[in-house]
Antibody, heavy 121, light 112 residues
Framework: EVQLVESGGGLVQPGRSLRLSCAAS????????MHWVRQIPGKGLEWVSG????????GYADSVKGRFTISRDNAKNFLYLQMNSLRVEDTALYYC??????????????WGKGTTVTVSS | QSVLTQPPSVSGAPGQTVTISCTGS?????????VHWYQQLPGTAPKLLVF???NRPSGVPDRFSGSKSGSSASLAITGLQTEDEADYYC????????????FGGGTKLTVL
């Protein structure tokens, strides 16, 4: 069964850091683009970042550029999101998602259940 | 404010047909990039509903259909059922100095 399980969310103060992880199983992780997408409760989806299968191409939303870093460990089947200088507006449910493609950002065909990040003093 | 524009809400009675629009620009849909649609039932993660403008993943009923023209796309749902009540999002792609994914703001479908 194809599965994505996010972890690492929690309550953090503004300005601090947090690292999200996503454990992938049931597919050849190293062959696919992976993404982080977030959703403020009651609001829409916001793409955060994506990374190609070999980490050769990476993209970020303007709202997180310079503060967040996406990475992956193909040997361990893990996707990460290092979030620095967190702001109150980063509070959201963060989803890990698998892309259909390996080399391009295309469509997201598998989603995890998400991990909640709350930024508050 | 989302890059792709969707109506905030649509509604219809059981058995009817509704259409959800998704309007982009020459930077995304109009540049020839495909449009994909997701369904998000209350309290759950999004699920891929239509990909590459018109294609359905296995298991998605043929009541759901997508189309694309120019800088816009549409999702049609025929024979509305109460279980179709959900949020629907369109998604495409763009590129400036690096690649990025764009979503619509989402449309809440209410089945009356």
């Amino acid at each position: 069964e194809v599965q994505l399980v996010e972890s690492g969310g929690g309550l953090v103060q503004p300005g601090r850091s947090l690292r999200l992880s996503c454990a992938a199983s049931g597919f050849s992780f190293h062959d696919y683009v992976m993404h982080w997408v977030r959703q403020i409760p009651g609001k829409g989806l916001e793409w955060v970042s994506g990374i190609t299968h070999n980490s050769g191409s990476i993209g970020y939303a303007d709202s997180v550029k310079g503060r967040f870093t996406i990475s992956r460990d193909n040997a361990k089947n893990f996707l990460y999101l290092q979030m620095n200088s967190l702001r109150v507006e980063d509070t959201a449910l963060y989803y890990c998602a698998k892309d259909h493609s390996g080399a391009y950002f295309y469509h997201l065909d598998v989603w995890g259940k998400g991990t909640t990040v709350t930024v508050s003093s | 404010q989302s890059v792709l524009t969707q109506p905030p809400s649509v509604s219809g009675a059981p058995g009817q047909t509704v259409t959800i629009s998704c309007t982009g620009s020459s930077s995304n849909i109009g540049a020839g990039y495909d449009v994909h649609w997701y369904q998000q039932l209350p309290g759950t993660a999004p699920k891929l509903l239509v990909f590459s403008n018109t294609n359905r993943p296995s298991g998605v009923p043929d009541r759901f259909s997508g189309s694309k023209s120019g800088s816009s796309a549409s999702l049609a749902i025929t024979g509305l059922q109460t279980e179709d009540e959900a949020d629907y999002y369109c998604q495409s792609y763009s590129f400036d100095s690096s690649p990025y994914v764009v979503f619509g703001g989402g449309t809440k479908l209410t089945v009356l």
